[in-house]
């Protein structure tokens, strides 16, 4: 009996150690003998109404039989050790069913298996960012009771290594300081939510309390990423993008200059002066303390280099039947300019198409939730500086893919802001209404739940159809009415106008009057026109409306869905409102650093010479009227000067 004691609390003791600070894999990516690709699993979720394709390795030769849901597909194992079969659609069935894999002497068994939507979610940490950091997480972590949802968070793979699998591990993550389990698909509960993407998880909560089906989730996002690490290398190659090519040339050449043997020299000889200049100072040396010993390898194991997600993250998953994907990203690529946001827009549209490709349907429905916000908010006073953001061009690009692909047929494409959330934060928490809006896209779109003539108002921005130039003021023709989101006092926030100089200036907006009144005589407004105008702009040429990284902004449809950031000018970044000169020679990065800081500064002299014009013209307007009333007062005490004291 004490035996049996000490060997309990031995193995209990075991089990507490702590893991080392690095991955710990449970389930390898292929595991020996017969097996399949770690997507299928005990209570996970197959998409409903496509045909299912089922895939993983034996041994060469061997013969295997699928069989799930009344159906049996059999296949042989290729030299390789790979098989696939393809099973019939079927559609979606909430009720736990088993899929079995017989080989030659083993049979594979996953249980608890659901049939209905699955949906991927891309993009980085602003997609990444667990449902436990937002406001109002925990109110819905304690609710999270949907054993028909199941969520599945892959891991960050092995970049060009990776194969058609990924591991099932306890993923270490030197930003945190700590493990997360990922690989496992898990049923949805307080428990296991935790630590899911926000977004995806109020999408999919939506989308399964309205549809009634089960909802797959999986994340599929990775903090710190760029759009041309999504997008598979050789297909970034037939870009013809003049930034496009020129961003491979980087990579190109800084892959082909690293040397990793003179790196870990360089880090070793770091090393001893570090020590050396703790000795001369007289401070302790950790005993812990060892020189690098590591080769890394350096650009080519970047995540960011471009195709490296691609290939690490969604190309395991190719294959796969999917309802669609919502895709949120652009942060990292604000950080070159205009070269940069062109760029992005080259690439995105490329990266949608592959990504509809890669999980076999051309119609794929992919929902774009645009650059959220960062930094403080924009204000009247505070109007010029924030304008020169490339944060806000790649929100442009985002909105540019949307239209083109719309403009071209693609009823499959959707688009979400979340810019007018306002949190002065790069991971801004408020993440549950832009889940929603998201859902209402799908919910519309895919489900058919939210019908009627005006359906798609419950998620299309109101789109600019016509601007045209009226005397002083621009005339914008909505392609339906817009109001206001706060309808307190009906003013109209977040454009801005200029004329040939480039000079913007916030507008004065109003729906246009129609000359008419109602019975209490009171003017009647066209509410699908706008009127923009500035008295210091008396010949405008063009606007921009919602135009910082966290903009003023609050024009919405009758659904309260936002007008997207977008302008009318195609006027360079670093030529707005003129262009610097920068020195000779100067590396490209640090000359876009010396524009920048030269035209933020023109920008807030520009905003001060505004708000004095402002105080001029309203002291201008005050003064008459302050002189009148003085003059009325004067006299009243004249007046009552004259009369005779009582006695």
Known sequence: MLL???????????????????????????????????????????????????????????ELTVSFGGQQASAKAADDRSWQVTLQPVPARSVPQTMSVKGKSTTLTLENILVGDVWILGGQSNMEFPISNVDDGELEIVSANFPQIRLLTMPVGKGFDSMHSFE?????????????????????????????????YIFGRRVHLAAGMPIGLIDASIGGTTVETWTPEDVLRKIEGAETKALLKDWDDRIAAFDPQ?????????????????????QPISADSQPPKDVRPGPVGDRNRPGYCYASVIKPLHGLAVAGTLFHQGFNNAFHGSAGARMYYQVFGKMISTWRQTFSNPQMPFCIISLCTAGEPQTRDNFLVPMYDAGINIREAQYRTFLVL????????????????????????IKIPVGERAAKWAL??????????????????????KVDVVDDSLRLTMSTEVKTRDDSDGRLLGFAIAGQDRRFYPADVDWLADNSKDNRNRPQYDRSILVLSNRFVPKPLHYRYAWARNPLGNLVNNRGVPLAAQRSDDWILEETPVKIATPKDMPEDAARRHAANQIRKELERDDLARRVQEAEATLGELMPLLEKANAEAAKRQEASDRKPTPQ
């Open 4 to 62: 049996a004691i000490l060997a309990v609390v031995a193995a209990g003791a075991a089990a507490e150690q702590p893991m080392p600070k690095e991955d710990v894999v449970e389930v390898p990516a292929i595991g020996p003998g017969l097996c399949v690709a770690n997507v299928f699993q005990s209570n996970m979720v197959l998409q409903r109404d496509q045909p299912l394709n089922i895939w993983g390795w034996a041994d060469p030769g061997e």
């Open 168 to 200: 099932r591990l306890h993923e270490w993550s030197d930003w945190s300081k700590q493990h997360f389990r990922k690989g496992d698909w898990d049923i949805c509960s307080p428990e296991t939510v935790r630590d899911f993407s926000a977004i995806g």
């Open 262 to 282: 003179a790196d870990l020299k360089a880090r070793v000889s770091a090393y001893e002066n570090h020590l050396k200049s703790l000795q001369a100072k007289g």
């Open 406 to 429: 719309r403009g071209a047929g693609d009823k499959h494409i959707g688009f979400v802001s979340s810019f007018d959330l306002r949190k002065s934060w790069y991971h801004p928490q």
């Open 444 to 465: 519309v779109t895919r489900y058919e739940l939210l019908k009627g003539r005006d359906a798609e108002a419950w998620w299309l921005p109101p789109a600019i159809r």
